[in-house]
């Protein structure tokens, strides 16, 4: 069951590990609030008390500490948590909800590189979380091979996914790009192999576009 949402504002935006997703997510935040609308910033996985519990167990350790299903049931558990307790209630509200990370990171990473097939993440997405779809994803893609660089150039101890590979993170780009092909009106692929300020304006240009705003690019935040 589903909060009632009143209208789906929801951007995600996803991609590889290291494709500049915090800081375009942070920026589009900025942007949106300057413009007076109220916005919030979330993240997958994460985004609620509960699921940021469950994000601990996922990225950190070996890789082979979860395999692809039980990946994908943590994934979908702490997704669950994070649309009732943050994502609905905002939506409920009229907000603008901003995702770094959903859904489509399971289809890309368990269902085609962890060869669980897209067949199996959609059988468990339709349990639990129904028909909900975020408005727009942006897709930032750019080769996996300088993402994975600027992602272990980032250190830190949440690196279970980088540990899985360069074969695994070029399946993890190639499926995003097949699952964007899908429904080319609500999914966007924005070229990220470029600086970030220009990966800003474009992301601008496909909101402003699709939701007939007028934001501007914000520069400012790294
Ligand atoms: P994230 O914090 O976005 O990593 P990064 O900032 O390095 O891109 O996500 C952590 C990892 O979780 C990332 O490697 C992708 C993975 N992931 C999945 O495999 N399936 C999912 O459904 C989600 C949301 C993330």
Request: hydrophobic share 40%.
């Amino acid at each position: 069951m589903t909060t009632e949402v009143q209208t789906n504002k929801m951007i995600v935006i996803d991609g590889v590990d290291g494709s500049g997703k915090g800081v375009q997510s942070r920026r589009l935040l900025q942007s949106l609030q300057d413009a007076g609308l109220q916005a919030i910033l979330t993240r997958e996985p994460g985004g609620s008390s509960a699921a940021e519990d469950i994000r601990g167990l996922l990225v950190t350790g070996e890789p082979e500490k979860w395999d692809s299903m039980t990946e994908l049931l943590l994934m979908y558990a702490a997704r669950r948590s994070h649309l009732r307790d943050t994502v609905w209630p905002a939506l409920a509200t009229g907000k603008w909800v901003i995702s770094d990370r959903y859904a489509d990171s399971s289809r890309a990473f368990q269902g085609i590189a962890g060869n669980l097939g897209l067949d199996t993440v959609e059988q468990i997405h339709r349990v639990t979380v129904g028909e909900f779809e975020p408005a727009l994803v942006l897709i930032l893609d750019l080769p996996e091979s300088i993402a994975l660089q600027r992602a272990h150039d980032r250190g830190g101890d949440e690196d279970r996914f980088e540990k899985k590979g360069a074969d695994y993170h070029a399946r993890v780009r190639d499926a995003f790009l097949q699952v964007a092909a899908t429904d080319p009106a609500r999914y966007h692929v924005i070229e990220a192999d470029r600086s970030m300020d220009q990966v800003s304006q474009a992301i601008i240009e496909v909101v402003n576009q699709h939701f007939d705003l007028r934001l501007q690019a914000n520069r400012e935040i790294v």
